[in-house]
T-cell receptor, first 114, second 115 residues
Framework: GENVEQHPSTLSVQEGDSAVIKCTYS??????FPWYKQELGKRPQLIIDIRSNVGEKKDQRIAVTLNKTAKHFSLHITETQPEDSAVYFCAASIPNFGNEKLTFGTGTRLTIIP | GAVVSQHPSRVICKSGTSVKIECRSL??????MFWYRQFPKQSLMLMATSNEGSKATYEQGVEKDKFLINHASLTLSTLTVTSAHPEDSSFYIC???????????FGPGTRLTVT
């Protein structure tokens, strides 16, 4: 099955600086790569996603890049703010006739230092 | 956007008892729902995929007789933890997807504590 690795496990960034989180996946058939932000005790919230036919996607301060050849994708947060502090998870899914299941990375605890 | 609810949000039960958790899609029909378990400071681990009107598909290592899943309608799936033990204490989260996209919409989660 699919295996998703995520690095780093923890990341501390000065407010205003950029943060980058990287993930790799194992199954070349994966075609959907979402990123989730989870605050303590809350549900994961989708912040951005990318599909395999696109190399980069941006939404304000958040961007995701995908390298299908290398099977890795990254989350970039620019101009970080204290409210960006949370745990971030990457995920990947493989087409499966409507039953696409997500495989999650191990998570990155991002701390923004004021 | 699509909204998924879960009930209860928290439950404490005694060892050996059973607990039912409900997952509802409020404004869309969900042919597929997913159940995850998340231990403290860990990632979400998929337990099973639930399809309306058919048996759930369990991930390797998840006991289907212990974690009973029912998806009787297009808006409701239930997870019953039978004969719960302290090691079953965890955060259980459901999600649902629509027929039109890959995105999964997550419920708020249920924190189960077994004493």
């Amino acid at each position: 099955g699919e295996n998703v690795e995520q690095h780093p496990s923890t990341l501390s960034v000065q407010e205003g600086d950029s943060a980058v989180i990287k993930c790799t996946y194992s199954d070349s058939a994966s075609n959907y790569f979402p990123w989730y932000k989870q605050e303590l005790g809350k549900r994961p919230q989708l912040i951005i996603d990318i599909r395999s036919n696109v190399g980069e996607k941006k939404d304000q301060r958040i961007a995701v890049t995908l390298n299908k050849t290398a099977k890795h994708f990254s989350l970039h947060i620019t101009e970080t703010q204290p409210e960006d502090s949370a745990v971030y998870f990457c995920a990947a899914s493989i087409p499966n006739f409507g039953n696409e299941k997500l495989t999650f990375g191990t998570g990155t605890r991002l701390t923004i230092i004021p | 956007g699509a909204v998924v609810s879960q009930h209860p949000s928290r439950v404490i039960c005694k060892s050996g008892t059973s607990v039912k958790i409900e997952c509802r899609s409020l404004d869309f029909q969900a042919t597929t729902m997913f159940w995850y378990r998340q231990f403290p400071k860990q990632s979400l681990m998929l337990m099973a995929t639930s399809n309306e009107g058919s048996k759930a598909t369990y991930e390797q290592g998840v006991e289907k007789d212990k974690f009973l899943i029912n998806h009787a309608s297009l808006t409701l799936s239930t997870l019953t933890v039978t004969s719960a033990h302290p090691e079953d204490s965890s955060f259980y989260i459901c999600s649902a997807d629509t027929d039109t996209g890959d995105e999964q919409y997550f419920g708020p989660g249920t924190r189960l504590t077994v004493t």
